[in-house]
């Protein structure tokens, strides 16, 4: 089973990163294989590092050969994504929107349709803007086609959108605890799900 988490900051060792590796390593102590991809980085090796839309439907042309490629390929074999954003103004991180304004051809190919995904979001005060850029990122996976889960487990509660925290995330005993959760649930519905995407 292949976990992905897409680091939508660009910031390589700070808060949303921090969350994302809470989240996978506990889908890892589950027996996962894991990894996270630097959306920043990947972005740079195409053509554009924004959509313009220059071919409809999109043959992927201005990403032709790149990290972008591949990682658009690495994606539609990974069981789960977990998305990871920055609050900014109160939505996700230019680079994330950019990376999966990029995804259209992903999309035509159905490529995420069924993958299992969740999210986590950093806000620089207790209600920064976490829940509406989760809701912003609900809304990519439900494009996708993607199944969604937040950070509900039945030892717990049904749950709410996914992890919020308040930075610095390492002091957020509150987001920990769900990050850990959406790590068990991640594994609990790819493993429900599996025969699905196969």
Not at 62 to 74: D, M
Not at 166 to 183: F, H, M, N, Y
Request: with cysteine; aromatic share 8%.
């Amino acid at each position: 089973m292949l976990i992905v988490g897409l680091n939508g900051s660009p910031h390589k060792e700070g808060n949303t990163k921090f969350l994302l590796n809470a989240v996978l390593n506990k889908a890892q102590s589950q027996g996962a294989e894991t990894m996270i991809i630097e959306v920043f980085d990947v972005l740079k090796t195409a053509k554009n590092n924004f959509c313009l839309v220059c071919s409809n439907p999109c043959s992927g042309k201005c990403y032709q050969g790149t990290e972008l490629e591949k990682t658009f390929e690495l994606l539609k074999k990974a069981d789960g994504v977990v998305f990871g954003s920055p609050v900014y103004f109160g939505t996700v991180s230019a680079q994330l929107k950019a990376f999966f304004d990029m995804s259209r051809k992903l999309r035509g190919e159905k490529g995420l349709y069924n993958t299992v995904a969740a999210g986590v979001t950093v806000g620089n005060s207790k209600f920064g803007g976490q829940e509406t850029t989760l809701r912003a990122l609900h809304d990519i996976m439900l494009v996708h086609g993607m199944i969604i889960v937040g950070d509900g487990y039945h030892e717990n509660d049904c749950g709410h959108y996914g992890v919020c925290s308040q930075k610095p995330s390492d002091q957020d005993s509150s987001a920990l605890q769900r990050a850990e959760i959406v790590g068990k649930r991640l594994i609990e519905v790819c493993t429900a799900t599996k025969n699905i995407r196969d």
